[in-house]
């Protein structure tokens, strides 16, 4: 019968890490590994740049790995992280949105290209709307709406309470609702 390692028992006179200390190249892996499409995609869709939100990215897990030990919720931390950061290049360059996203490929489901094309102009047309929403009422629409998130992990991530997520989601809802209203 193999004979079973015992399992290293962490040392009780080891020094405690150091407040500050960088954190363990293994958590900091795993952390990018979960966690790096969801802080791109949320920044994509702040900025409307990829490369810029490639450069934000890079900057959240740079932070993340100078600061991420004493992190508790990574996920939301590099969320509300990314988000601040991108709200600060957009309050540098003064500008809402200075590039459309990449065409979408058409479908091949047999409809008509006329519908596609309306398709394609109604998205425009939102992704523009969303960009006119006051903070943070924009950023909860792109965090809640399209990529998913729960009320909870947004709340935390915006530093607001639940009741004020459904209050700015709700108006952020409407007055998308009205102006696409207005706008047909």
């Not at 869709?45 to 790995?65: G, H, K, M, P």
């Not at 490929?105 to 109604?122: I, K, N, S, V």
């Not at 309470?161 to 102006?179: D, F, G």
Request: hydrophobic content about 40%.
């Amino acid at each position: 019968m193999p004979q079973s390692i015992p399992k290293q028992e962490p040392l009780a006179d080891a020094p405690p890490r150091e407040r500050g200390a960088p954190m363990s190249a293994l958590k900091f892996r795993l952390t990018v590994f979960m966690h790096d499409r969801a802080v791109f995609r949320v920044a994509a869709a702040l900025l409307r740049d990829s490369r810029e939100a490639e450069d934000v990215t890079q900057e959240v897990f740079l932070s993340y790995w100078q600061h991420g030990e004493t992190v508790e919720r990574p996920r939301e931390w590099l969320l509300q992280v990314a988000r601040n950061a991108c709200l600060s290049r957009l309050r540098r360059a003064g500008r809402v949105v200075i590039k459309e996203p990449e065409q979408m490929p058409e479908q091949a489901d047999g409809r008509d290209p006329g519908w596609h094309y309306e398709q394609q102009e109604l998205a425009r047309e939102v992704r523009a709307l969303v960009d006119t929403l006051p903070e943070p009422q924009r950023s909860l629409l792109v965090m809640f709406d399209m990529h998913g998130m729960d009320g909870a992990t947004c709340a935390r991530v915006l530093g607001l309470n639940i009741t004020q997520v459904k209050v700015y989601l709700h108006r952020a809802r409407r007055k998308l609702r009205e102006q696409l209203e207005r706008a047909s």
